[in-house]
């Protein structure tokens, strides 16, 4: 009887150790899962993130270009307006030259003038005389 008993106590306490070994194992097992479910979220974050980097370098490669050719019209835009500065200089300095030019045709103007009008008062004397 003792023997039964003693028999049915280890039974009952490699069922509970079996039961408990099971329960662990489940446990084990969901956790696995919930890693495993956290790991490929984290894989497919990590991908989402990777390609954003990717587009951002993309973009930076863009607004690098973008920035490289503005300085470049702008570098252009300058050359054009020094262009137009030194013509509209070299065209006022030739209006100074024009100008100087016809004040001396009209000085020359009026020394033809006082002359023609000498040749005309000698003609008017020379016609009198005659």
């Known amino acids: 009887n003792r023997l039964n008993a003693a028999i049915e106590g280890m039974r009952q306490s490699l069922m509970n150790s ?14 696995s899962r919930e890693l495993t479910a956290g790991n490929m979220d984290l894989a497919q974050r990590t991908e989402s993130t990777a390609t954003s980097l990717e587009q951002t370098a993309a973009s930076m490669e863009e607004i690098t270009a973008t920035v490289k050719l ?20 070299h065209g006022s300095e030739m209006v100074c030259y024009v100008i100087e030019k016809m004040r001396d045709i009209a000085g020359s103007s009026a020394r033809i003038a ?6 005309d008062g ?3 004397q020379t016609n009198i005389l005659a």
């Open 122 to 124: 000698i003609a008017f």
């Open 70 to 89: 503005n300085a470049d019209n702008a570098e252009q835009a300058h050359q054009l307006a020094k262009s137009v500065s030194d013509t509209a200089d």
């Open 114 to 119: 006082d002359i023609l009008s000498v040749i």
């Open 18 to 31: 079996v039961l408990r070994v099971r329960d662990a194992s489940s446990q084990i097992d969901t956790g």
